[in-house]
């Protein structure tokens, strides 16, 4: 008699360790399960086997052959389009001319075949079912039989009220050639749903034998690990690879185990693996083959595919580890964390319970991973970045995400407090401020909505004495499809560390405030928000002096909201304004870049003869300027022509800078009488130093200021209003300013840096320094007679930034290359 195995099902409930293999070669004890069907197939005489194939055909083809390797001859049947159960078995007629046996390639069981064929055999039988009785028949179909084994009725997948048995359909089938009869052609047909039922409405002959042994459907995860810890009991009869050395303990061939290492059986050790001292290998620990376990590594009631690499003390408890995963020092996962094939997890990163995370997957060190991660680039080391949180818009940065997000913001405020919301002309920053509100709002915090606005407003209202903190919406200007939610501090400036690692806690730990239907948060509009920012902006310039100064310009509103507010406060200034791009547009935002409108700009300002032309980010932070020659200043030329236009008022005040600043503009502060303060490249430490009293200038060196008098915060519009002030007030046209200014000759480099070598590259490079003067505000910058460099450890990214400034071009660039090639070779030292 030949026997069909079905083989053609995907297994999506045991995703992901089956995304990237089909079900059937999913391995229990280092073999795939459909190799222990056919074990059992010849156990019972079956030696030709008909396969019937649908997904990933070819993984299961090319394991098995021909079948000449597992001593049986093995034809396939392709099905082109899913045809169900019965289908696929139709598909294969053509090799079934007598009867034959049907059964699933994904199940785990040792039933005595030869008895359900017998049983067939001897009550002429045009159909039997192999039946096994189950705890919980609830999830299977009931079939229920008379005394001599004819079958009553079937009842698919029943509720408690509808059990009227325990004996459920195995998927193992004895069928007549004549069956088919009852298959249509090309159309999907299910056995259980259709041919068996109308078999029974015909009165044909159909029974159900009761089987004896074991099965197992091995449907989902949690059986998976389940049908390991029976196999290592010796509950089911399989063949075990390898040598067993003492009861239900077996080790492949090539095996090294270290004798200082634990090993508590039962356990199955693969091919050519490596346990070495102090590591604990504890009951139910199965390892695939070429699976190297490092020291003081703690294993128990785990799987382990080929290939993996398990680092030092690495603690492992009821998890499967999918294929060629690395898991560095310190990783822990918990009971029912799975991860798929090819993972990379870094040090001391936690993988918590029941958690998935999808193949290909990295998860920085330190990570704390308690949500399972499926279509995310990264689970990143932690969830705040220099700008907020920041991730593809519906791929890392999910409405369920956000949600969660909100509530856990939430839950470090004061039941009842008021916090402003505001997003970009975006879907998605709309989409997701909504799951936002609604977050914010189950935590008890009420919202202040600001709709569409940009960014410089948003801080403003946010510094109101009632209101408590903001959250915004924004398009990264650098990546369309990624989106920025920026927190914002009751100062109007960017939340600082302690403030995100305090949310990030709550977050990971899901502690969230809850607060009865009675007190949930409401939502409310912030009255006439837009005109407040314009009149306070109109306050801090000199109106008269502006006015008659009649300044010609051009100005970009780069698709942003800044054109709600512009406009009006130009005609304020008495300004002859040409407007370009005056409109809020989500395409032109997505397709924003500074350096293409830049030179439309200049074409316009030498063509319209203006004094000045600027370019408004779309977020309203970032302010580009071109003069009057249509020449677009640098980002350092801004700074410093801010600084010429500023002269004498500079006596005993500060400029604030982040250490990455040119030494220029130091220069020239100190020459006027003023004072730099030099910080961190964070902009909420910038933003910070800004709120000092004495401070009337600040700036990132990336087109973002801060005109502290009016707010310590990034503002291209105060920046703007502050720029055409001083120009009104001075003689001297933009471009003779920018004539005068020193050139500036910088550098940079990125390097490659793994995140476990960060700290030791810096201390080696401090070290290598020791006989030059050194500044640690960021990073270690280190002076030269005609430099300095600056490296400056990504917090994001594993890379290290290397920044260098000289007296010309190329000693910046020897300058930057030479200290990126001593961290590349630290690297791979």
Avoid at 24 to 52: C, Q, S, Y
Avoid at 85 to 113: K, Q
Avoid at 542 to 564: C, E, H, I, T, Y
Avoid at 813 to 822: D, G
């Amino acid at each position: 008699m030949k026997a069909v195995i079905m083989a053609g099902g995907e297994g999506t409930r045991l995703r992901p360790l089956t995304s990237n293999v089909p079900k059937p070669m999913m391995t229990l004890a280092n073999r795939p399960m459909m190799e222990h069907v056919i074990d059992l197939l010849k156990r019972h005489g079956f030696d030709e086997i008909v396969v019937t194939l649908a997904f990933m055909p070819n993984v299961i083809r090319n394991w098995f052959g021909d079948g000449s390797e597992f001593g049986v001859r093995m034809v396939y049947a392709i099905e082109e389009t899913p045809l169900g159960t019965a289908g696929s078995v139709r598909n294969a007629m053509d090799e079934l001319d007598e009867p034959f046996l049907v059964i699933s390639g994904d199940v785990l069981t040792d039933i005595d075949l030869t008895k359900i064929v017998e049983f067939h055999q001897a009550k002429n039988a045009m159909a039997t079912i192999g039946l096994i009785r189950v705890e919980n028949p609830l999830e299977f179909g009931i079939v229920i039989t008379r005394e001599d084994g004819s079958i009553e009725r079937f009842l698919e997948k029943p509720g408690w009220g509808q059990v009227f048995s325990d004996t459920i359909n195995t998927g193992i089938f004895v069928l007549q050639p004549e069956i088919f009869d009852y298959i249509d052609a090309d159309r999907p047909v299910d056995f259980s749903g259709e041919v068996f039922p109308a078999l029974l409405r015909d009165g044909k002959p159909i029974y159900g034998a009761i089987g004896e042994g074991y099965w197992e459907d091995v449907g989902n995860l949690e059986s998976y690990v389940s049908a390991h810890a029976d196999i290592l009991d010796g509950t089911v009869s399989v063949h075990i690879n390898g040598f067993e050395q003492r009861d239900h303990f077996y080790v492949g061939e090539n095996v090294i185990i270290h004798p200082e290492a634990e090993v508590t059986g039962p356990a199955v050790i693969g091919d050519n693996c490596r346990i070495e001292s102090g590591a604990r290998l504890g009951p139910y620990t199965v390892l695939g083959a070429n699976v190297r376990v490092r020291a003081e590594a703690d294993l128990e009631r785990v799987v382990v595919a080929e290939n993996t690499y398990l680092a030092e003390g690495v603690h492992l408890r009821g998890s499967v580890i999918g294929r060629a995963c690395d898991l560095r020092r310190g990783v822990r996962t918990d009971e029912g964390a799975v991860i798929g094939d090819e993972c990379f997890i870094g040090e001391h990163a936690t993988v918590g319970s029941g958690v998935k995370i999808y193949p290909f997957k990295t998860i920085e060190s330190g990570a704390t991973i308690n949500s399972s991660i499926v279509w995310e680039s990264k689970g990143s080391r932690s969830l705040f970045g220099r700008d907020g949180v920041r991730g593809l818009a519906n791929v890392d940065i999910t409405p369920e995400l956000v949600t969660r997000l909100a509530m856990a913001y939430g839950s470090t405020l004061k039941q009842g407090e008021i916090v402003v919301t505001s997003r970009d002309s975006s879907r998605s920053s709309r989409m997701l401020k909504r799951s936002l509100q609604a977050g914010r709002n189950a935590a008890g915090v009420s919202i202040q909505d600001l709709e569409v606005a940009p960014l410089p407003v948003t801080r403003f209202i946010t510094r109101r004495p009632a209101i408590a903190g903001a959250i915004t919406f924004q398009l990264d200007e650098t990546d369309a499809q990624s989106v920025i939610i920026g927190f914002i501090d009751s100062d109007g400036a960017d939340m600082n560390e302690n403030g995100h690692r305090k949310i990030e806690r709550l977050l990971n730990r899901e502690d969230y405030r809850r607060v009865f239907p009675t007190e949930i948060g409401d939502i409310d509009y912030a009255p006439r928000a837009l005109e407040h920012y314009a009149i306070a902006i109109e306050s801090t310039v000199d109106l008269p002096r502006l006015r008659s100064a009649r300044l010609k310009m051009v100005a970009d509103f780069g698709f942003g909201s800044v054109s709600f507010v512009m406009p009006n406060l130009m005609s304020k200034f008495g300004a002859e304004v040409m407007a370009i791009n005056p409109f809020v547009s989500t395409a032109g935002v997505a397709a924003f870049d500074r350096h293409t409108h830049a030179q439309r700009l200049s074409e316009l300002v030498i063509t319209s003869g203006s004094e000045l032309g600027v370019i408004f980010s779309p977020g309203g932070e970032q302010l580009t300027i071109v003069d009057d020659r249509g020449r677009r200043l640098t980002d350092d030329q801004a700074l410093m022509t801010l600084i010429a236009l500023r002269g004498s008022s500079l006596e005993g005040a500060r400029v604030v800078l982040p250490i990455s600043a040119t030494t220029h503009a130091t220069e020239m502060v100190e020459s006027r009488g003023g004072t730099v303060v030099s910080t961190p490249t964070s902009p909420a430490a910038i933003m910070a130093a800004a709120s000092d009293p004495c401070a009337c200038l600040a700036s990132d060196m990336n087109g973002k200021f801060i005109i502290p008098g009016f707010m310590p915060a990034f503002d291209a519009i105060a920046t703007f209003a502050s720029l055409v002030d001083l120009m009104a007030g001075s003689d001297r046209r933009l471009s003779e300013i920018v004539d005068s200014l020193a050139p500036v000759h910088m550098a940079s480099r990125d390097v490659i840096t793994p995140w476990e070598q960060k700290g030791s590259v810096m201390r080696v490079l401090v070290e290598q320094a020791k006989d030059h003067r050194i500044d640690l505000v960021d990073g270690v910058r280190i002076h030269h007679e005609d430099g300095w460099a600056l490296i400056l450890p990504d917090p994001e990214e594993p890379t290290t930034q290397v920044l260098a400034e000289a007296s010309r071009a190329d000693s910046a660039n020897r300058l930057a290359a030479e200290y990126a090639r001593r961290i590349e070779e630290l690297v791979r030292g």
